[in-house]
């Protein structure tokens, strides 16, 4: 099993629409969790940090975490063309007694289209 | 600059060749990572710094891999012998103490012809 997956793509919403992106985890004791966007050709943007259980909203993105199902997903309102782009989600995987951050370790990540 | 800044921004080298990529992280930032990126695929974690500690190299595919970081700042990570294989964008991040935000510089496109 891998540490960190994503739901399978390519996934194609028309614009306007909610766009849902999903990762699941392995580690049971992650604290921190991340989601990048990386345009075609550019390097990864951190796009929204989440920590607690719950919902993190940030204009017209909403992270949700549930750790004890060891699920993090991103919802995109109102998408737009411009939010086309590979998603993807990071974990910061801290072992069970483990007293420090470990490495940043990234999902494959998900193509997302926006058609107008 | 405030961002990371990698150099040089593209490097074509002959197979056999060593090269050397350079990352200068964020001014404070203790964290920095190396990845690979190659074409259409995700981000293959490659070296982890963190402060002082002894760096986590279990991503380095081989011992032709290798990198350092000198005085908690600039790394340097040096390929030997490239092979083609090795043809990928080389990614670096760092991030400040205590937090794991991690921010990217703008990456070295290797080629090995």
């Known amino acids: 099993q891998k540490e960190v997956e994503q739901n399978s793509g390519p996934l194609s919403v028309p614009e306007g629409a909610i766009a849902s992106l999903n990762c699941t985890y392995s580690?049971?004791?992650?604290?921190?969790f991340f989601w990048y966007r990386q345009y075609s050709g550019k390097s990864p943007e951190l796009i929204m940090s989440?920590?607690?259980?719950g919902d993190k909203e940030d204009g017209r993105f909403t992270a949700q975490l549930n750790k004890a199902s060891q699920y993090v997903s991103l919802l995109i309102r109102d998408s737009q063309p411009s939010d086309s782009a590979t998603y993807l989600c990071?974990?910061?995987?801290?072992?069970?007694?483990?007293?420090?951050?470990?490495?940043?370790?990234f999902g494959q990540g998900t193509i997302l289209t926006v058609h107008p | 600059g405030a961002g990371v800044s990698q150099s040089p921004s593209n490097k074509v080298t002959e197979k056999g060749k060593d090269v050397e990529l350079r990352c200068d992280p964020i001014?404070?930032?203790?964290?920095l990572y190396w990845y690979r990126q190659s074409l259409g695929q995700g981000l293959e974690f490659l070296i982890y710094?963190?402060?002082?500690?002894?760096?986590?190299k279990s991503g380095l595919p081989s011992d032709r891999f290798s990198a350092e970081r000198t005085g908690g700042s600039v790394s340097t990570l040096t390929i030997q012998r490239t092979q083609q294989e090795d043809s990928a964008v080389y990614l670096c991040?760092?991030?400040?103490?205590?937090?794991?935000?991690?921010?990217f510089g703008q990456g070295t496109r290797l080629t090995v012809v």
């Open positions: 989440i920590y607690s259980n």
């Open positions: 580690d049971r004791v992650s604290q921190s």
């Open positions: 991040a760092s991030s400040p103490v205590r937090a794991v935000e991690a921010f």
């Open positions: 001014s404070g930032h203790t964290a």
């Open positions: 710094f963190q402060g002082n500690s002894a760096p986590d």
């Open positions: 990071a974990v910061n995987l801290r072992r069970a007694g483990g007293t420090s951050y470990g490495k940043l370790t």
